[in-house]
Each structure stands twice: as C-alpha cells, then as structure tokens.
C-alpha cells in the first residue's frame, strides 16, 4: 500500500536536485557568458543577484513558510554587516578572519531575532509586521547616531575599506590566473557566492520537507489546530524567526566583505521591502518562486537604467528619472500582484492558494489569535 | 527661559499634530480592522499640494486670508479622492482577504504614492511661503509663535468637529454601529460600504489639514516626510489604543510631549551616551512596548471581545 | 480541591480524566458553572446538552484553549491547570474542533504527519543534515501517519490536499491528525456533524475499533441514537450546568434531561 502510493515529498525533491544538476553546469559557465554579451558590471549585479537570493530565502521561511510578517527584516541584515565590518576594518584597527567572523555575525544575529521576536511573537500578524518595522528602524537610527560619544558605527558616512574576503591568503577582489583562465574579483565573488547560495537552498529546502517545516506551514494554517496538535507554537515560530534572521546575517556579513563598505543607508526600511517583495512576487513559500523573485528583482532595476537613454531617443530628454520610476514600478507590483495573483509569479502546484479568499472560514479561523477568545 | 516648560508647549503642539494623523488611522482600524499603512502617504499628499497652491496664489497677488482656505480646500480634495482611490483599489477588493494581503498593497500604495510625488514635486523641500509675519509670545519664560497657537487652535476646532459628527450625527452613528459589528450593522440598514467610504472621506480630510499644519510647523514639505511621520502617528493610536478616538487624541499628545521632553533630556538620562538625534526612536519603544505588554493601549477596549 | 481528594464518578480505579467543579466566566457571562465530570480509562462518555450549553467551551477548558475560571482538572492525576494546548496534548489529551480545523492547503498526508510532531524529535539540525536518526523517524511518522490514514478509510487520498475533501472525510481525517498524537483520552466536537446515517454507521464502527485500540473517548454530539448505542456514559448539559450523568438509558428517562431538551410539559 505504502509502495504505490505516489510519493510526492520524495519526488518534489527529486525534481528539486534534477534542476539543481543542469542549473549548476549552466550557472558555472554564466559570468563569463554574462560579461561577454553585457559587460563586467553585470558579472556584479549577478553577485547581488545571489547575494539576494540568500536573503530572500531567509526571510521566506519566516513569511512563506511559518507565515509570520517580518518588515524589519533588513535589521539582521545590518548586524551581521555591520558586525564584520567593525571586526575587520580599519575603524577599530581590528582585522580578524573573515571564516571565522561570518559564522559569527549569523549567530549574532539570530540571537537579535530571538531577542525581537521572543517578546512579540504572540502578536497577531499586522501587529507583529508593524513591531518588526519599528524595530528594524530602531536599528538604523541606533546605526546613524553611534559615532559618539564612542565611534563604533562611524555614523551616516559608515566604515570604509572593509577587509575582502580571503581563501587561502589570496584576496578575492584581485584577479588571479587559473589554468589559464583569468578570474577577476566580480567572477571569484560569483562562484563563492553561488556555493553559498547552493548550501542556503539545499537547507531551505531540506527544512521545509522536515518535521519542523510541516510545523511552521500547520501553524501558518491554523495556530489554534497546530497547537491543540501538541506543537508550542511560540517556540516553533521563534525559530523560524531566528533561522530567518541567520541567514540574514550571514547575507550581511557577505555583504559587507563584498561591498568593502557599508552604511545605514543600505538597511533602509526599503531594503526590507525590496526583499519582501522578492519573496510575494517570487512565490510565497515557494522556494523556485522565491529565487526567481530574487534574481528577477535585481536585475530590473538594473535594466531599468536603460530607461533613461531610451526616453533620450524617444522624447528627446529624460522626462522621469529611472531610478525614480524603478520604485514606482516595485509599488505598482506590490499592488498588482496581491490583486490578481496573490500566490506569486511561481507557486507551488500544491500550495497556489493559500492567500487567496476563497475560503471564508478559513480567513475567519486565521483571524482568531490563539487566546484572543480569552482575553 | 524655562526648559521643562518650553519641552511642554513644543511636545503639545507636535502632539496635537500626531493626534490629528492618528486620528485617520483609528477611524479606519475601528471600522475595518485594517491598518492603513497609506496614511501617512495622504498627509503628505496634503501637505504637498497645500504648500505648492498656496505658493502660487501668493505669487499671483491672492491675499493671505483667501489663500490659506483656498489652499487647505485644494488639498481636503486632492486627499480624498486619493484615499477615496485607495480604498477602492487596494482594499475594498481584498475585505475578506487574510490580514497580510491588504497590509502588503498598503505598502504598495505607500510607495506609489511617495514616488508620484517624487516624480511631480521633485527631490527637493518644498519651503512654506511666508505669508504669516511670525511673532514670538513670552509665556512664563517659555516662548510661543503665533504659527503654533494657530495651529493648535485649527487642530483643536478640527478635533472637535469629528467628535461632534462621530457622536452626534447619523454618519456618526453608522460609523459607531459598523465599528461594533459589521455584519449586523449590514443587518440593521446600514449601508456599510458607504460607511467605509466615508470613513476614508474623513480621514483623509484630516490628513490634509494635518498635512497644511505640519508644513507650516516645519516651514518645508518634501515627499519622504509622510512615512516616518505616519509610523509616529499609528504609535499614538496604539498608545492610545487602537480603534478608540478618543485615545488616539491621547496617545497622540502623549507621543508629542515624550518625543519633546525626551529630546530634551535624553542626553542627561543616559550620562551623555545618547544624544537629541535619538528622538524618533521614543516612537518606536512606544509602540514596541505598548504592543508587547498592552495590545489593547491605555484606552482602548479589549479589541478580541468584540469577536 | 486537591489532586488527591476523593474521586466521584463511574467506577473504580483512578480516573482518566477528572474535572472537578470547573467554572468559566467571560466578563458577566457564566458559561460553566461547577461541572464535575470523570472519565475512566477505556470509557466512551458523551456530552449532550441543547445549544449553547457549554459543552464546546468545557472541551477548551479540558484542552488548554480556555483557562477555567475555578474549579481544576486532572489528566492521570496530573493538573492540567495553566499548561498551554501544545502541554495537553503532550500528555495524551487529543481532540478535533466542531467547525472543522484542518491545515487546509497541505496534503492530507502532512495533516497527519503534523500530528506526529509531539512523540518525535527532529530539530532544525537533523532537518538540515538529516543524518540516519532524523532519516529514520521521517519515515517511521511517514509510515505511521499511512497507516492511520488507511485506518480512517483515507488512505487513497494521502496526496491530496485536505481542503478538497469532502466534509465527512475531513472529519475522519481530523480523526486521524488526533490519533497521530497517541492520546489516551481523544476528545472529539460532533464527529457525526453534517454526516448521512451510512457516514454515521460508519462513524460508530471507527469510534469502537479507536476505543479497542485503548484509547478512551469523550465526545459531544448530537446524535441521540448514535449516543445511546455508542456511550457507556452520557452526561447532560445545561446552561452551563451539569444536570444528569449516567448510563444512556437512565439519562434518557431523566425527567430534568427531557425537560431541558423538549421545554417544560411535552414529558
């Protein structure tokens, strides 16, 4: 009986790793197809694509899998930026290795996820986005303002000359020759990030078909039936927000290595909508979806700068902004999207519904908090 | 000149502008359980066009005594069919919806809004035309505008009306019984989409008046300043508690006298360490605090009751 | 009121469930007021009353959902007072919901499956690295959760998703998620709800085999004939009070019950 029944987590994951096989030929291959049909720019922006990629996963398996609005999620972001850029910069004369301060500035800031969410978590979800909001500006005033009396964030103008990522002792902004090939810093940062990014997808993906995944999507679905199942919501929904705010972390120290320079002006309220919007565009808890969100909303900006020429062409001057219409275009998405296709450009087959209110009790049952009938 | 009290004065009358943003954002969380993250997006639509109207009808030759009004009546109806707009699009199709889906298109219109403006107006401040000669009142050593006794007047009378027409008119009354229960105020005849109609018409003529106030406060108006003054705003409705009217008049003047006198003596409280900068992270703590040990704000009904 | 004052109630040994004197008030509003009830190992009990009796809202006090506003009761001797429905359920207390509450958009398979979170381990780490322990345990819940699919009669539907079901499966699929969390005491909120006779037949056939299998039953519904047939004992609320307990036939001869359920005279 067992045996004939189709067996659909095994065989989501099979498809899963077939698609991982042909996409990791192709993607060893991209920068260099990408710099000589675009230039070495792009090879960057494919950087920030993976870069994103990590962070979109993360947040997702606070919002897509358990569910839970998180608006500051740029806070964890920031830490784990800010967290290596202070160990390993001039700013304090402090160089300590990369290896060893990256692992750390995610355990960092999973410990400021636990911190957040440990007291508002029970929260009802618009309250919990707001709070999460409230704090990832507390952050950012904290990050602006802590120049004195101690100058530990050098303030608005942020820290410079951030150490680079080294493997070996060679550092990966230069170039280096391999087997004849020449690697320059945007193509070594590309293949460190896309094994990093491979790792953080294997375990969200391995997350998701767990125990405690099924927990995080019971308690998306119904928190009073996930806890009278015997699941302590309160924890398992901590730890989707400590697992969230991890790789956030481990995104913002890559970040800051990568970047070689990092200020409060990266962890704006927009960066947590940007991510945010990779994660509902992409697919909700899905987690294709999710990384086509990411790489697509990257590089729309990007392509968007074309706007400005093309508006030259057209109309004879730049009559809107592109980086000004780039946002506009975010909101009008955000809108859209939520409108008509509230799954996502790619759900999940299984899940493609979740947002969408067809089903009356179901929203109702959602809008009871768990001891809200009591107080 | 006496610090204590000149924290006080300034703190009541940002407070009274807080209150009257806040205002909009428990109208329409008591009647639709929603908060409406585009708010502060519509104060600053108000502020936006009052500033640039009332600047070209001063530039014209219009008096002042006709400009102000003219100027606020602009922007009371650029605002409400903006918030009219908003209601409909954004919300009314997404009603039954999970809470997190309206969220989500707020923050979308938020940032339509924002870049609109930003696209219209430019990047650069907007500057109050000076059209009132300012003068300056010694109150028991503490100092006062006529600008601030202005605007605390406008917002005291605007006050005032909405509580005369949520208590004493049939509107107001349809707004009460919706607010209680939705579906039996559909029940008992009352129209309930026009009620929510009409609850983003008020709120959004607040917002307007609030958005003149506040430029004339400041002396500028620019097209980021509705966010972070809309989060401030739903903190003071919290504060208060959320839903309740006459808490969001507290929670907002509280707000305004905590920022104001935190301000002021942050930097002797914590020996130095942290200086005025920090004065929009009282707002925050607020509501952080608020949310995590008081849901319900220092008015504010048991919201779970009604359920 | 202590664990170890004496115990009423049908026969012998230590009762599975004992509830003693539970009251609970919302503001003004006395939804239960001093309810007794025991309930003995390998019993069924049912819990009968007319609308709005507080049979639903003495489950939330047994389960965790609601805290009694006096009154205390024990699972095994343990009190249950103050612990949080996941702690219910970790002692043996399973139940399913009136207004059906499934995870709607996962499978009917996971439905189960998250009913076997509180008797296995796995965290985060064995998720990640799932070494041969958490490889294991997935496919034992697996396994289990199957079976007790196929034992509810569900077992071809295993991928689908528990929002497409039709409204008697996903009451027998509740059945199931409930029983993954191996309760000794599985309360169940109108089972027969909505369901035909055949469906109920059905039902009655489940209910014997759950209690065969050992584990005791408590349920409120409706149904008067299934009650009979099904209860070794039946208690009565109402208006928040206990008004009758005790074996199905003499229940029904009780004067206060027909009184509560027919109006005054029809007797």
């Known amino acids: 009986m067992i045996g004939l029944l189709p067996d659909r987590l095994y065989r989501d994951r099979r498809i899963a790793w077939a698609a991982f096989g042909v996409l990791a030929v192709l993607l060893i291959a991209l920068p260099f197809l990408v710099e000589a049909g675009l230039g070495r720019t792009w090879v960057r922006i494919l950087d920030f694509a993976m870069l994103y990629v990590m962070l979109a996963l993360g947040l997702n398996i606070v919002v897509g899998f358990a569910g839970l609005l998180d608006l500051g999620y740029v806070a964890f972001y920031a830490v784990g930026a800010y967290f290596y850029a202070i160990l390993a910069s001039p700013q304090f004369g402090l160089h300590l290795p990369f290896w060893a301060l990256l692992p750390m500035g995610a355990g960092i800031a999973c410990l400021f996820g636990v911190l957040l969410g440990a007291p508002t978590l029970r929260l009802r979800g618009d309250y919990l986005a707001i709070v999460t909001l409230g704090f990832g500006e507390i952050i950012r005033i904290f990050l602006n303002n802590l120049n004195a009396p101690v100058n530990v964030t050098n303030g608005p103008q942020g820290i410079n000359m951030i150490d680079p990522v080294r493997i070996g002792g060679h550092a990966l902004t230069r170039p280096i020759e391999i087997l004849g090939v020449q690697i320059s810093g945007p193509h070594a940062h590309y293949y460190l990030f896309l094994g990093l990014t491979l790792l953080v997808i294997f375990a969200a993906i391995r997350l998701q078909h767990s125990r405690i995944g099924r927990a995080w999507a019971a308690i998306r679905e119904d928190e009073v039936a996930a806890e009278a199942m015997g699941i302590h919501t309160r924890n398992v929904k901590l730890l989707a927000f400590a697992m969230g705010a991890t790789f956030g972390g481990l995104g913002g120290g890559l970040f800051a290595a990568f970047q070689g320079f990092v200020s409060p002006e990266s962890f704006t309220l927009m960066e947590s909508i940007m991510i945010l919007c990779m994660v509902v565009l992409g697919g909700m808890g899905h987690i294709p979806g999710v990384i086509l969100g990411a790489v697509l909303l990257t590089m729309l900006p990007e392509a968007l700068r074309y706007v400005g020429p093309l508006q030259q062409e057209l109309i004879g001057r730049v009559a809107v902004d592109p980086s000004d219409l780039r946002m506009l275009l975010f909101g009008v998405a955000l809108v859209l999207v939520m409108l008509f296709r509230p799954q996502g450009l790619w759900p999940s087959s299984m899940r493609a519904r979740e947002l969408r209110p067809d089903n009356p009790d179901q929203v109702r ?11 | 000149m006496d610090v204590l009290l000149q924290q006080l004065i300034n703190g009541l009358i ?136 202005l605007i605390l007047v406008v917002a005291a009378l605007t006050m005032g009306g909405l509580l005369l027409l949520v208590n004493r008119t049939r509107l107001g009354r349809a707004m009460r019984a919706t607010a209680q229960n939705r579906e039996v105020a559909g029940l008992m005849g009352v129209d309930v989409n026009r009620v929510i109609a009409a609850t983003f018409i008020v709120g959004s003529a607040l917002a307007a008046v609030a958005g003149l106030l506040i430029a004339s406060y400041y002396g500028i108006a620019h097209y980021n300043m509705g966010f972070i003054l809309g989060l401030k705003a739903f903190s003071a409705a919290v504060l208060g508690g959320i839903g309740n009217i006459p808490g969001a008049l507290l929670g907002g003047l509280l707000l305004g006298v905590i920022e104001s006198l935190g301000a002021g003596y942050i930097g002797d409280l914590t020996g130095g360490f942290l200086g005025s900068h920090y004065q929009d992270i009282f707002a925050f703590l607020i509501l952080i605090l608020v949310l995590t040990f008081r849901p319900s704000g220092l008015l504010g009904e048991r919201v779970a009751d009604r359920a | ?174 059945i199931a998620r409930a029983l993954a969390t191996e309760p000794k005491l599985l309360a169940l909120d109108e089972p027969a709800a909505g369901m035909n006779h055949t469906e109920t037949a059905a039902l009655k056939g489940l209910l014997e085999t759950i209690r065969g299998r050992g584990v005791t039953l408590l349920l409120i519904e409706h149904d008067v004939r299934l009650m009979m047939d099904l209860c070794d004992r039946v208690a009565v609320l109402d208006y928040g009070r206990k008004i009758a307990d005790g074996p199905p036939e003499q229940v029904q001869r009780d004067p206060a019950v027909i009184e509560a359920y027919l109006g005054a005279g029809a007797a």
């Open chain 1, 365 to 375: 049952q959602e809008q009871e908090s768990l001891y809200d009938a009591e107080r």
């Open chain 2, 14 to 149: 940002l407070g009274s502008l807080y209150a009257l943003v806040a205002l909009g954002y428990t109208m329409v969380y008591g009647i639709l359980e929603l908060i409406n993250f585009a708010h502060g997006e519509i104060v600053m639509v108000g502020a936006m066009v009052s500033v640039s109207v009332l600047a070209a009808l001063t530039a014209a030759g219009v008096p002042v005594a006709l400009a102000l009004p003219l100027a606020l009546a602009a922007a009371v109806v650029v605002c409400v069919v903006t918030g009219v707009l908003v209601e409909r699009i954004a919300y009314r199709p997404l009603r039954n919806a999970p809470r997190l889906a309206p969220l989500i298109t707020a923050i979308g219109v938020s940032i339509v809004l924002q870049n609109l403006a930003m696209i219209f107006w430019g990047r650069q401040y907007l500057s109050f035309p000076p059209v009132i000669e300012v003068r300056v009142y010694d109150v028991l050593g503490a100092t006062v505008s006529n600008i601030q006794i």
């Open chain 3, 1 to 174: 009121m202590t664990p170890s004052a004496e115990r009423d109630g049908g026969g012998g040994g230590e009762p599975l469930l004992a509830a003693r004197a539970v009251t609970k008030r919302f503001g003004g509003l006395t939804a239960l007021s001093e309810v007794s009830l025991t309930v003995q190992v390998g019993e069924i009990v049912g819990l009968i009353g007319p609308n709005g009796a507080g049979k639903t809202t003495l489950f939330n006090c047994f389960t965790g959902l609601y805290h009694p506003s006096a009154g205390t009761v024990h699972l095994e001797g343990r009190p249950l007072a103050g612990l949080k429905p996941h702690a219910v359920a970790a002692l043996g207390l399973a139940r399913t919901f009136q207004n059906i509450r499934l995870f709607a958009n996962m499978s009917v398979l996971e439905n189960v499956m998250v009913g076997r979170h509180v008797r296995t381990r796995a965290g985060v780490l064995g998720a990640v690295l799932r070494g041969p322990r958490t490889r294991a345990e997935e496919r034992s819940i697996r396994e289990r959760s199957l079976d007790l699919l196929d034992g509810v009669g569900l077992g071809g539907r295993a991928d689908q998703l528990a929002r497409h079901l039709p409204y008697g499966d996903q009451r027998r699929l509740e």
